[in-house]
């Protein structure tokens, strides 16, 4: 049987009432437990058009020819250099020439074996830079927003091939590739290696010459990206099998020198009788005369051979 309240509690609990103190806060029911999605944004208008661990392989390719470009310029430029790779984007190729200042150096490239042009774009202020420096310079000059002369482009045509032969001994990895320089360029809207609408990859570099900086941009259309990975599946695939290389190497193999041993045979023999053996003494071998004799190959044991002459040599004819 529950207690019955007071008069004083009765009042109390009233009063509590009004103000509110008496009020119970309702705990809420907690939310239902939803299954968490994550979201990320997809661009229709530039799909992904390589893996995931294939931009990885070409973020490190890309990340060494930066630093054996750097390298390069330090030993053919005797100055300070510096190359990073900053940004490796997809792009069309049109939105890659609206990004180009005007003047610039562009040059196409062509592949061999043919796969389609590329195109590399260096800031006028490095090029002027490394050309003041190769004609006697320091580097450290103001240069002018102005296209190049034709000895100005001569003389950076020999950095321009030193940047493809690392390009080509970065691609060496993957697959076998050449690049060469088809045409130069100052104006972006002149230098047509694909339409607008084609999807390309674009890999930035920041270079600093001395105290000069600019950007290095080389751009892929995606058929040559395509067909350079294609080349190299094809060829991890041989190498996984044994294919070409495998027979390249057994044809290697083919002229190694190799020497053949016949044992006439052995037997054992006393420190006292070595001493005292002189020409002509007779040895007993543990082998009858009419025994097949062992061919070897190094140590090991690979035919038998009957002894006979031929042509006034010592020979055996195989069993």
């Given at each position: 049987?529950?207690?019955?309240?007071?008069?004083?509690?009765?009042?109390?609990l009233r009063a509590a009432?009004?103000?509110?103190?008496?009020?119970?806060?309702?705990?809420?029911?907690?939310?239902?437990?939803?299954?968490?999605?994550?979201?990320?944004?997809?661009?229709?208008?530039?799909?992904?058009?390589?893996?995931?661990?294939?931009?990885?392989?070409?973020?490190?390719?890309?990340?060494?020819?930066?630093?054996?470009?750097?390298?390069?310029?330090?030993?053919?430029?005797?100055?300070?250099?510096?190359?990073?790779?900053?940004?490796?984007?997809?792009?069309?190729?049109?939105?890659?020439?609206?990004?180009?200042?005007?003047?610039?150096?562009?040059?196409?490239?062509?592949?061999?074996?043919?796969?389609?042009?590329?195109?590399?774009?260096?800031?006028?202020?490095?090029?002027?830079?490394?050309?003041?420096i190769l004609l006697g310079?320091?580097?450290?000059?103001?240069?002018?927003?102005?296209?190049?002369?034709?000895?100005?482009?001569?003389?950076?045509?020999?950095?321009?091939?030193?940047?493809?032969?690392?390009?080509?001994?970065?691609?060496?990895?993957?697959?076998?590739?050449?690049?060469?320089?088809?045409?130069?360029?100052?104006?972006?809207?002149?230098?047509?290696?694909?339409?607008?609408?084609?999807?390309?990859?674009?890999?930035?570099?920041?270079?600093?010459?001395?105290?000069?900086?600019?950007?290095?941009?080389?751009?892929?259309?995606?058929?040559?990206?395509?067909?350079?990975?294609?080349?190299?599946?094809?060829?991890?695939?041989?190498?996984?099998?044994?294919?070409?290389?495998?027979?390249?190497?057994?044809?290697?193999?083919?002229?190694?020198?190799?020497?053949?041993?016949?044992?006439?045979?052995?037997?054992?023999?006393?420190?006292?009788?070595?001493?005292?053996?002189?020409?002509?003494?007779?040895?007993?071998?543990?082998?009858?005369?009419?025994?097949?004799?062992?061919?070897?190959?190094?140590?090991?044991?690979?035919?038998?051979?009957?002894?006979?002459?031929?042509?006034?040599?010592?020979?055996?004819?195989?069993?």
């Amino acid at each position: 049987m529950s207690e019955s309240l007071s008069q004083a509690e009765i009042d109390a609990l009233r009063a509590a009432v009004k103000s509110g103190a008496a009020i119970e806060e309702r705990e809420e029911p907690p939310p239902p437990q939803v299954e968490q999605v994550k979201v990320v944004a997809y661009d229709f208008r530039k799909p992904h058009l390589i893996a995931s661990d294939q931009h990885h392989a070409l973020q490190v390719l890309h990340e060494s020819l930066g630093k054996q470009f750097q390298a390069t310029l330090l030993s053919a430029v005797k100055a300070g250099a510096e190359v990073k790779l900053v940004a490796i984007d997809q792009i069309s190729y049109g939105e890659f020439i609206i990004s180009l200042a005007n003047p610039t150096y562009l040059a196409a490239l062509t592949t061999k074996p043919n796969i389609g042009q590329v195109a590399i774009q260096l800031d006028i202020p490095i090029v002027m830079a490394i050309g003041d420096i190769l004609l006697g310079g320091n580097g450290r000059i103001t240069p002018e927003a102005r296209e190049l002369t034709s000895l100005e482009s001569t003389i950076f045509s020999s950095i321009a091939g030193l940047l493809l032969k690392e390009l080509s001994a970065s691609w060496s990895t993957m697959t076998e590739v050449a690049f060469s320089i088809a045409t130069q360029e100052s104006n972006p809207q002149f230098l047509q290696i694909t339409t607008p609408e084609t999807a390309c990859l674009s890999m930035m570099y920041d270079i600093r010459i001395a105290e000069v900086t600019g950007v290095l941009n080389i751009c892929y259309p995606f058929e040559v990206i395509q067909a350079i990975l294609a080349a190299a599946e094809k060829r991890s695939g041989k190498r996984a099998t044994g294919g070409a290389d495998g027979d390249a190497m057994l044809r290697a193999l083919q002229e190694v020198p190799l020497v053949l041993r016949v044992v006439v045979g052995g037997g054992p023999v006393t420190a006292e009788d070595l001493a005292n053996l002189q020409p002509g003494d007779l040895l007993c071998l543990n082998r009858r005369i009419d025994a097949p004799l062992e061919v070897c190959l190094g140590d090991n044991p690979i035919f038998l051979a009957i002894p006979g002459r031929h042509k006034g040599k010592v020979a055996v004819v195989l069993k």
